[in-house]
């Protein structure tokens, strides 16, 4: 069985997850992540980057890599609800793509964000990387007013 970038990505995820991310912030060695790409013939960066569109930031030292939930942007004030909202755990994700697309045949209910997370990243895998890039442009022109209709839409369908 082959692994994807996206498997892998989904499996650091998971493992993050069993150590308290996002809350906290978790280390992992290093040079086994890259090892283990390597053997799956998967670009470790490639998944790095792909857990940054997701959100996931890292540092590395010469033997751990650290990863962390991204910090909301500058120009967000951390006292308003829906700032905060908007900018985890999506920081850096554009929504307005979210607009058009047919949320009623995914089974949201009784999700955990891990597992939320996972299929919208299973979505996000078929799209183009310059697909992904103008859903963050998107993202990124909204105004905050636009942003926080959007939460409220997500959230519509998450509590249902």
């Keep these: 069985m082959s692994i ?5 990505a989904d499996n650091i995820l998971r493992n993050l997850e069993k150590n308290g991310f996002p809350a906290n912030s978790v280390a992992l060695p290093l040079e086994r992540l ?12 490639k998944v790095l980057e792909l ?4 959100g996931i930031i890292n540092s590395k030292t010469p033997e751990k890599i650290v990863f962390s939930k991204a910090q909301p942007p500058a ?6 609800d829906v700032a905060s909202e908007a900018a985890s755990p999506f920081s850096g994700f554009d929504f307005e793509a979210l607009k058009k697309m047919d949320f009623s045949k995914l089974n949201l209910k ?10 919208a990243s ?6 183009s990387p ?7 442009k998107m993202y990124d022109q909204m ?16 509590t249902k």
Excluded: C, W
Aim: avoid cysteine.
């Design 4 to 8: 994807t970038i996206q498997d892998m």
């Design 34 to 45: 890259y090892e283990s790409a390597h053997k799956s013939g998967i670009n470790f960066n």
């Design 51 to 54: 857990m940054a569109s997701m």
């Design 75 to 80: 120009h967000a004030t951390p006292s308003s």
């Design 110 to 119: 009784d999700l955990s964000l891990g597992s939320m997370m996972s299929q």
């Design 122 to 127: 299973s979505m996000m895998k078929n799209m």
């Design 130 to 136: 310059s697909q992904l890039a103008d859903i963050k």
């Design 143 to 158: 105004s905050p007013d636009e942003r926080a209709d959007l939460v409220s839409k997500v959230k519509s369908v998450v």
